[in-house]
């Protein structure tokens, strides 16, 4: 190789090594700039600190979709203060959705991560990976289809929510909010829907049973019997004595119930 051919071999590669700089910082810039304009078209949350918000995004989509089909579309909601909800209703609702919740700050990134890789391996969003935290951003501003836009755009209202609000209040605004059935929202007109009582007089049964269909409310109800509820029935039951929040006292108190588990 002569010096003309080693010095034109030299400045091929320096000019590859510009181009892949040049696209990479490209790529970065031009990712800051997405990000950046997604985060300052975000929705405010700081009135959410003492206000229920009137409507959400997901109710405002189901009456559309119901209208669109010429019915007419009931909203059921009964807001009720975080005190009301029993403590076992919410360690149920967090031993099922997200049972890192206290420890977070809206991401449980260990989650994200196995949610990302079985994304990636089937080349589409068939993991959710989501926290309460955003679970609850997707009811109040977005909606429930599947896109790298929506997760994105909900990463960072989760953040926000974790920013303003404690986690007592998100929690009690999810509890609130989500859908437990056509036109019901909330846990308390859950309970009163199905089991005609208060959220806050619901035995471990009733609230095993609601906790069980929050991932698909609109096909499972929890007074039909099926063999997804079941499973899941049992799932939350067995998750729950094994980190000890059902005593002695109370196994023996629903020990019918309990026995139709095993």
């Not at 009720?80 to 209703?89: G, N």
């Not at 605004?173 to 909330?186: A, R, T």
């Not at 007074?223 to 799932?235: A, C, G, H, P, Y």
Request: proline share 3%; charged share 30%.
């Amino acid at each position: 190789m002569n010096e003309i051919q080693y010095e034109f071999k030299i400045e091929k590669k320096v000019r590859f090594k510009k181009i892949v700089l040049y696209t990479t910082l490209s790529a970065v810039v031009l990712c800051i700039i997405f990000s950046l304009s997604i985060y300052l078209s975000l929705p405010n949350v700081t009135y959410l600190k003492n206000k229920h918000p009137k409507i959400t995004a997901l109710m405002q989509l189901r009456k559309e979709q119901t209208e669109a089909q010429g019915k007419k579309y009931n909203i059921r909601q009964n807001w009720v203060s975080f005190e009301i909800i029993p403590d076992l209703f919410k360690k149920a609702v967090r031993i099922s959705e997200d049972a890192s919740f206290y420890e977070h700050e809206g991401i449980d990134y260990e989650e994200l991560k196995e949610s990302i890789k079985k994304n990636f391996k089937e080349a589409t969003l068939v993991r959710g990976g989501s926290t309460i935290t955003q679970q609850l951003a997707k009811n109040l501003f977005l909606s429930p289809e599947k896109s790298f836009l929506r997760k994105i755009k909900e990463y960072f209202i989760a953040k926000r929510l974790e920013k303003e609000l404690s986690k007592d209040r998100i929690f009690n605004l999810y509890f609130n909010v989500i859908e437990l059935g056509p036109g019901i929202f909330g846990v308390e007109a859950a309970s009163q829907h199905y089991f005609n009582k208060s959220v806050q007089n619901l035995n471990l049964e009733e609230i095993v049973h609601l906790t069980a269909i929050i991932p698909r409310p609109l096909t499972v109800s929890p007074k039909k019997d099926s063999q997804w509820l079941k499973w899941k029935v049992e799932w939350i039951f067995h998750k729950m004595k094994l980190y000890k929040y059902i005593d002695e006292e109370l196994i023996e108190k629903n020990s019918l119930y309990i026995s139709r588990l095993s």
